[in-house]
């Protein structure tokens, strides 16, 4: 979602907050902005809808300059993409502030300010933000009190960057419900929203924890607490390095990490399998414990993770494990029943999904025996706020369609598949053979990306049609869910999932030529029942495209289909979301979509 830079040095930062935006596209955006104090004061502000390279070239037609500087990428919420709303805002020439969140509140403050005389040139909730702090610093507080004050007449979630021009040895930052990461220079120092904004400058980062506020000069950074008292944050060393969000000889990002699988299955496998055997203590001696004690397990996530936590219900029922998966935003506003010994389980790639993130914190009242996460990224919120945390180590995922983040994540729920089927009596030689099938995967899937030119060919049949329809059985189904879902979000193509049996109970009526029926085959009990499925579907004249494994035969007329090694059936639901992701991608690419960043989409939904 919307992306914070800002920066303090002796340089000029201007060409270090646009390289940090440039970084932070992935993200999903449809504005930029900048905002420079130059040396010989006041405040300078360019502003741009639409892609950072258009911010760059108004940049070029209007030099600007300076040593303190904060800059952002919009992703609408309130008002329309248009200039007046894109960040960052200022309060006349007072104050220009980033801010990324909502403020719940900003209707009721916004009648307040007009009534003071404030006048606003937006509609958004931030400039709210702006004009607040200009009215506590035109009351002669220094910018760091005036920050202080002003966020306590906040409702909502922020990050926020302030600049006052007539301060230009600090930025002020405060964090709240949005992610917020600080890096660290030698006489310079800068703020982002995303670690990737500033790897060609530092390694090193303090990340702001729930409702702090910071002080940053060039030579140093003082953190403070929910309580103004100060407070050290530790330092982080990332071990990420520019060259992990290249494309390399790739088309595209999306490209790059559907074909990084198989060495990030690798990467996640690693240090956690060992001659047949999980190495349940790579967990943590936290997780033994908790583990210990569950019974029953609640799965929350959204979007593709949410898929990912479907695939495991399944896996986690077959062991006796109770079971149940549920949308975040749908979580939070019900009543929830929790089990006894219920061990709540969150599922993000990003770390920082609002909607996961305040579900977890609400988790916490309801009786749960702790919290584990399932999530890609070791700095974010939610690996910070659970009590256990199996990482993905899928390393950098720009593509806002998720396809290696799930793989990962799906390895990740049959390690903890594994290690709870332990505590029901799993047989040595029954865990050899688990872990057997998940030492197989990064080969699989590698013969499985094998097929991406044949893949790119069934495409063709997709191209000018405007709907799908994915099916599946057993752990398939999510499958197929996520299937739908990576058409749709880049090829934007309307697609839906079924289970396979529920053909007859109405989607049947929407079977014809024009509608393409894609299924995944597996060889296991459900195959006979799948078949008959689709044999309803041809009996319609509907067109197939199968993806089966080489044992199974297939006894119908007019199909196209392409065969995967043999799979192991534990992990089959992991190998056939390949050839889904492939096909998403190339139909995406004949469609002339823009893969990457497909619209109105962003990678990180950090407001609800």
């Keep these: 979602m919307c992306g914070i830079v800002g920066a ?27 905002a420079i104090r130059p040396a010989e004061g006041g405040l300078q502000r360019i502003r741009s809808v639409g892609k950072v390279a258009q911010l760059e070239q108004s940049l070029q037609e209007r030099a600007i300059g300076g040593e303190l500087g904060i800059a952002h990428t919009r992703w609408a919420t309130h008002g329309m993409p248009a200039e007046r709303n894109a960040h960052p805002h200022m309060s006349g020439e007072r104050v220009a502030i980033v801010h990324n969140g909502i403020i719940e509140n900003h209707a009721e403050l916004r009648t307040e300010l007009e009534a003071r005389g404030y006048r ?34 906040l409702s909502g979630a922020y990050a926020l960057a302030v600049i006052d021009p007539e ?13 917020l990461v600080i890096g660290l220079g030698e006489g310079e120092n800068f703020i982002a929203s995303d670690v990737f904004a500033l790897l060609p400058v530092t390694q090193r980062f303090l990340f702001l924890e729930e409702g702090d506020i910071a002080e940053i000069t060039r030579d140093g950074v003082t953190v403070y607490n929910q309580a103004g008292e100060p407070v050290e944050r530790a330092v982080q060393v990332s071990q990420l390095s520019t060259s992990t969000t290249d494309k390399g000889p790739y088309r595209h990002y999306m490209l790059k990490e559907i074909f990084e699988q198989p060495a990030v299955i690798a990467e996640t496998l690693e240090g956690r399998v060992h001659k047949g055997r999980l190495l349940e203590e790579s967990f943590g001696h936290v997780a033994t414990e908790l583990l210990d004690r569950t019974r029953a397990v609640h799965i929350i996530a959204c979007g593709t993770s949410y898929h990912a936590g479907l695939v495991a219900k399944y896996w986690l029922e077959e062991i006796g494990v109770a079971a149940h998966v549920e949308v975040a935003s749908e979580y939070r506003y019900r009543r929830v029943v929790v089990p006894d010994d219920c061990l709540f389980v969150s599922i993000s790639q990003s770390g920082e999904t609002a909607d996961t993130l305040a579900a977890l914190r609400a988790s916490r009242e309801m009786g749960y025996i702790g919290s584990l996460v399932v999530c890609n990224v070791p700095e974010s919120s939610l690996v910070r706020e659970s009590d256990v945390a199996l990482m993905t180590r899928a390393g950098p995922e720009i593509g806002v369609a998720s396809t290696k983040a799930f793989t990962t994540q799906l390895v990740a729920l049959r390690l903890l598949t594994i290690a709870l089927a332990r505590r029901r009596g799993l047989a040595a030689d029954a865990e050899r053979e688990l872990v057997e099938e998940l030492e197989a995967l990064p080969r699989q899937v590698e013969v499985g990306l094998q097929l991406s030119d044949d893949i790119a060919e069934m495409a063709n049949a997709f191209a000018d049609l405007h709907n799908a329809l994915f099916l599946g059985r057993g752990p398939f189904y999510p ?13 934007y193509i309307h697609a839906e999932a079924y289970p396979a049996g529920e053909l007859k109970h109405g989607p049947l009526a929407l079977v014809d030529e024009k509608m393409p029926v894609v299924c995944a085959l597996p060889d296991d009990p459900l195959l006979e029942k799948v078949l008959s499925n689709l044999q309803e579907v041809r009996a319609r004249g509907g067109e197939l495209f199968l993806f089966s494994d080489k044992r199974v035969e297939i006894p119908l007329d007019r199909y196209q289909n392409l065969t995967l090694d043999d799979i192991c059936p534990g992990t089959a639901p992991i190998v056939y979301s390949v050839p889904l992701q492939l096909l998403a991608y190339h139909v995406a690419v004949l469609k002339g979509t823009d893969v990457d960043q497909p619209r109105n989409l962003a990678k990180s939904v950090t407001v609800e």
Excluded at 131 to 147: I, K, Q, R
Excluded at 168 to 176: D, H, K, M, N, T
């Design 120 to 153: 606003f040139s937006s509609e958004t909730d931030t400039e709210v933000i702006a004009h607040l702090l200009a009215d506590f610093l035109d009351e002669g507080l220094p910018v760091l009190e005036a920050v202080r004050q002003g966020i306590a007449w």
């Design 479 to 491: 499958v197929a869910m996520e299937g739908a879902l990576k058409l749709k979000e880049i090829s």
């Design 167 to 179: 301060d230009p040895e600090r930025l002020v930052v405060a964090r709240s419900g949005s992610p």
């Design 8 to 34: 303090i040095a002796r340089r000029d930062v201007t060409p270090l907050l646009l390289e940090g935006l440039k970084r932070l596209e992935y993200r999903g955006y449809d504005s930029a902005g900048i």
